[in-house]
Nanobody
Framework: VQLQASGGGLVQAGGSLRLSCAASGITLSMYTMGWYRQAPGSQRELVALISKPGGTTYNDSVKGRFTISRDNAKNTVQLQMNTLKPEDTAVYYC???????????WGQGTLVTVSS
């Protein structure tokens, strides 16, 4: 099983990035998918979740700016990040979780740096 996150980079405040998570070895439609982030010196935190039926949950700090979506046909999950702020700087990780089958997978992380 592999979750490959991509799309990170350096962007100025107010800019946009689109992260993508591509899965191999699992069918993402069977999982709740999430994006998490970890800034230097901080704990990993939830950014956004999308359930199997497509319901979404967001960290209050990104509501209205970030959008999580899934493309089951392509077996990918995206995170569209708009109006980025320096405090969004972190390594972003994708996660696939199925509590019923006790399965939990993490991608390797992609670095997002927002300059002021």
């Amino acid at each position: 099983v592999q979750l490959q996150a991509s799309g990170g980079g350096l962007v100025q405040a107010g800019g946009s990035l689109r992260l993508s998570c591509a899965a191999s070895g699992i069918t993402l439609s069977m999982y709740t998918m999430g994006w998490y982030r970890q800034a230097p010196g901080s704990q990993r935190e939830l950014v956004a979740l999308i359930s199997k039926p497509g319901g979404t949950t967001y960290n209050d700090s990104v509501k209205g700016r970030f959008t999580i979506s899934r493309d089951n046909a392509k077996n990918t999950v995206q995170l569209q990040m708009n109006t980025l702020k320096p405090e969004d700087t972190a390594v972003y990780y994708c996660n696939a979780r199925n509590r019923y089958y006790n399965r939990d997978f993490w991608g390797q992380g992609t670095l997002v740096t927002v300059s002021s």
